[in-house]
């Protein structure tokens, strides 16, 4: 499987860095994306990801920051890629509301006389182990963050890749890396701050305690990434808007 980070900058894109958006190619000429931000469709086009290929949307939380991309990606799927098959969404409950709310604000119609259908899965927010989704199977584990977080480990053919969205450090996180090939983990600051996000200074005291073979950072700034690279870690490397990470 091959992982194409889209983007991996927080809410204010601090750094030039786009908002979450992480692409799974996960059969061929098929892919999936996790989270779309509002700069996820430009980043699209940049790195050469054709919209049309994307079958699968999966929504780790319902802030703007991972979700306002949404409407646009709708508008290329009708307007330039004459989408028929179907899109499926995946994210927690409200999922439906959330993305046809930002649909109907930015382009009042388009959703009317939709030329592909949207279906939606709205998960809840607890622990689930081998959902199944077209191609592969993934779990749920509930975060530390909003009251609609959740991260994903996602088992495609022998890889097993785990996405942890927004979250502070807590059990589920050092559970969700058991057992994976790589982590996506948000390291939003360098050192701990009071609010529901992981840092570089808890990364470093617990890194012992995510068991994946390989972790890239997202959801991060230069700064992390700087201060990383100065005071390396086994095992960690920050992740960078075009990072593509084969498994």
């Avoid at 989408?83 to 109907?104: A, D, F, Y």
């Amino acid at each position: 499987m091959r992982v194409r980070l889209l983007g991996t900058g927080n809410a204010f894109h601090e750094d030039g860095r786009g908002s979450q958006c992480i692409l799974l190619d996960t059969s061929p000429g098929a892919a999936t994306l996790v989270d779309i931000g509002p700069t996820a469709p430009m980043a699209m086009g940049r790195w050469d990801v054709d919209p049309a290929r994307v079958d699968q949307v999966f929504f780790t939380h319902l802030h703007g920051d991972h979700t306002a991309g949404w409407p646009f990606l709708v508008l290329d799927l009708t307007f330039r890629s004459r989408r028929t098959r179907p899109v499926e969404l995946w994210g927690p409950p409200g999922l439906r509301n959330t993305l046809e709310g930002l649909t109907r604000l930015c382009y009042q119609g388009i959703l009317d006389r939709p030329p592909f259908e949207v279906v939606y899965h709205e998960i809840d927010v607890a622990e689930a182990d081998g959902c199944a989704a077209a191609a592969f199977r993934f779990d749920v584990l509930p975060m530390v963050h909003h009251e609609t977080s959740v991260a994903y480990r996602f088992h495609v053919g022998g890889t097993t890749v785990a996405v942890s969205g927004d979250t502070g450090w807590c059990d589920n996180l050092e559970r969700l890396s058991h057992g994976t090939d790589l982590l996506l983990v948000e390291c939003t600051t360098v050192a701990r701050q009071p609010h529901s996000h992981v840092s570089l200074e808890e990364l470093r005291q617990g890194v012992g305690r995510l068991a994946s073979e390989r972790i890239v950072l997202v959801h991060l700034t230069d700064a992390v990434a700087e201060d990383l690279a100065r005071d390396p870690l086994p095992r960690v490397v920050a992740g960078h808007d075009g990072l593509v990470v084969d498994l």
